[in-house]
């Protein structure tokens, strides 16, 4: 997902997707674990996707904090 579409996102569905992407990583190194994968690099797209809403997220309570 890219970052604009993770701007558009409201806080509270932003909280939702990290949840939902943490789960799935979770899913699939369990999966990995037992010779299941589809590939890690599923695994790396999902660790990025989570960067980016956390640094949105993290903008938003600055930008909250500084009156803006």
Known sequence: MKAD???ELHDNELEVQITD???QIWK???QAATGQTEGLG???S???T???SKTIQRERELRKSNGG
């Open 5 to 7: 579409q993770v701007r």
């Open 42 to 44: 599923k695994i790396r």
């Open 21 to 23: 992407l943490q789960a």
């Open 50 to 52: 989570i960067a980016r």
């Open 46 to 48: 999902l660790r990025r």
């Open 28 to 30: 699939l190194r369990f």
